[in-house]
C-alpha cells in the first residue's frame, strides 16, 4: 500500500539525512590523504516493488558494486550504498591510490574492501543519526560487499523485508573527480510509519 509523503514530511526526513551525511563526510575526511566533498542533492521516498522498470531504465547492463549495512533496533531495516562497475573503480582508485581496472580480477579485494569501509562510514553517519534524533539504540551487523546486476537490485534491497524505500542521489568528489551514487534505507513497514508518526508530530 502506497504511503504520502507530504513536502513538510520530506524535508523534515532530508534534514536528518544530511545532518548523517555530514558526520560521514567528516569521518572520511580524518581517515583519507585528500579531502572528499559529499552530498546528497535529491531524496525520494518510494516503493521498491515499483522501481523495476526504473532501475533498468537507470543503470540498463551495467554491472553495479554495493554495500549492505543492516540494522535493528528502534528501527529495522537496511541501508546499501550503490555504485556502477565504472564509478566504484574510480572511487577506490582515488582513495586507495590503486589504479583500477574494471574486471581485473586481482584487484578485486582492494575494491572490496575500500568500498566497504566508504559504506559503513556513510551510512553508519546517516543511521546513527536516526538513532540520535530518536534518542534510541540503532544495532548495526558487519557490512557486506555485493555485486548484481538491475534486475536484482530489488531483490537485494528487500532481503531483509520492507518495502518502503529512501532513496539518496550521492555525490561524491575528491581530487577533482566526481563519482556519482545512491544510498538506498528501507524501512521495515512499521519501522517507516514510526519514522513518519515522528515527523509529523514534530511539525
Known amino acids: 500500500m502506497s504511503k504520502h509523503i507530504s ?58 558494486c554495493g554495500v549492505k549495512l543492516k540494522f535493528t533496533g528502534i528501527f529495522t531495516g537496511s541501508a546499501d550504498i550503490v555504485f556502477d562497475a565504472r564509478s566504484a573503480n574510480g572511487l577506490v582508485s582515488a582513495v586507495s591510490g590503486q589504479d583500477l581496472v574494471e574486471d581485473e580480477e586481482d584487484l578485486d579485494g582492494i575494491k572490496a ?13 546517516i543511521m546513527g543519526t536516526f538513532g540520535n534524533i530518536f534518542t534510541k539504540e540503532i544495532s548495526f551487523m558487519i557490512p557486506s560487499y555485493f555485486e548484481c546486476d538491475a534486475n536484482a537490485l530489488p531483490e537485494q534491497l528487500s532481503q531483509y523485508g ?27 513497514d512499521e519501522s517507516f510509519d514510526f519514522l513518519l508518526n515522528f515527523v509529523r508530530s514534530s511539525d
Do not use: W
Open 7 to 64: 513536502e513538510l514530511e520530506l524535508d523534515a526526513i532530508t534534514e536528518i539525512i544530511n545532518i548523517g551525511v555530514g558526520k560521514g563526510a567528516a569521518m572520511l575526511n580524518d581517515i583519507t590523504e585528500y579531502p572528499i566533498e559529499l552530498s546528497i542533492p535529491e531524496i525520494l521516498v518510494s516503493q521498491i516493488s515499483d522501481l523495476q522498470g526504473h532501475f533498468l531504465r537507470k543503470f540498463n547492463d551495467k554491472r553495479l
Open 113 to 125: 574492501s575500500t568500498l566497504s569501509e566508504i559504506g559503513n562510514i556513510v551510512l553508519n553517519g
Open 162 to 188: 520492507g518495502d518502503m524505500l529512501i532513496t539518496c542521489k550521492t555525490h561524491f568528489k575528491i581530487r577533482k573527480l566526481a563519482v556519482s551514487g545512491d544510498i538506498f534505507i528501507v524501512f521495515a
